[in-house]
């Protein structure tokens, strides 16, 4: 079966540091993909960034980076450089090639402090 | 449209009450998702349309629940006789191909009284 699993339910960060989220996901198929999304409190899942399992490089979107690490099933997110405006739930999440669907994880609230 | 449109925002529902939850996708999305979101935890899979074809509704909690794309653009999931476990948010997504690039709308935050 394939799961997800965010271990930190919550983090403070102090404004302008980096943050890496943790991300362990268990799959039995090699053709798949990592996907992070961000959810302010107004609801809306916002993608941020995604990593295909046979992507050689690291996947990079801006201030976003995405740690991949195939072998231990791992794929961190890291946030250089924090925001205040980062402060919102940051959900990771999985679909194979098998199936459409996303699987997710519990996800993990992230507070910025200034 | 630009984005993926959800209606109503916020519904409010006493128990046993039959709701409908609107989802209006991007213009030229084949595939079309629900999800539900309970109260601090992830996302589930409710059901998954390719056009107007409901393709897997495998996540759909029970025979309440009832989901329909019928010209392949907008989608209503209908609740019947709500219960309290019913309250959550319920999010749409759309994408082109089924696949990899999933655009969301804002969710319903349906709360059961």
């Known amino acids: 079966a394939q799961k997800i699993t965010q271990t930190q339910p919550g983090m403070f960060v102090q404004e302008k540091e980096a943050v890496t989220l943790d991300c362990t996901y268990d799959?039995?198929?090699?053709?798949?993909?990592l996907f992070w999304y961000k959810q302010p409190s107004s609801g809306e899942m916002i993608f941020l960034i995604y990593?295909?399992?046979?992507d050689e490089q690291n996947a990079t979107e801006g201030r976003y980076s995405l740690n991949f690490q195939k072998a231990r099933k791992s794929a961190n997110l890291v946030i250089s450089a924090s925001q205040l405006g980062d402060s919102a739930m940051y959900f990771c999440?999985?679909?194979?090639?098998?199936?459409?669907?996303?699987?997710w994880g519990a996800g993990t609230k992230l507070i910025i402090k200034p | 449209g630009a984005g993926v449109s959800q209606s109503p925002r916020y519904k409010v529902a006493k128990r046993g009450q039959d709701v409908a939850l609107r989802c209006d996708p991007i213009?030229?999305?084949?595939?079309l998702f629900w999800y539900q979101q309970a109260l601090g935890q992830g996302p589930e899979f409710l059901t998954y349309?390719?056009?107007?074809?409901?393709?897997?509704k495998s996540g759909l909690p029970s025979d309440r629940f009832f989901a329909e794309r019928p010209e392949g653009s907008v989608s209503t999931l209908k609740i019947q006789r709500t219960q309290q476990e019913d309250s959550a948010v319920y999010l749409c997504?759309?994408?082109?191909?089924?696949?990899?690039?999933?655009?969301f709308g804002s969710g319903t935050r349906l709360t059961v009284v």
């Open positions: 799959t039995s198929d090699q053709s798949y993909g």
């Open positions: 213009s030229g999305h084949v595939s």
């Open positions: 999440a999985m679909r194979s090639n098998s199936n459409y669907q996303l699987i």
């Open positions: 990593q295909g399992s046979y």
């Open positions: 997504a759309s994408s082109l191909s089924g696949g990899w690039g999933y655009t």
């Open positions: 349309f390719q056009n107007e074809a409901q393709l897997d």
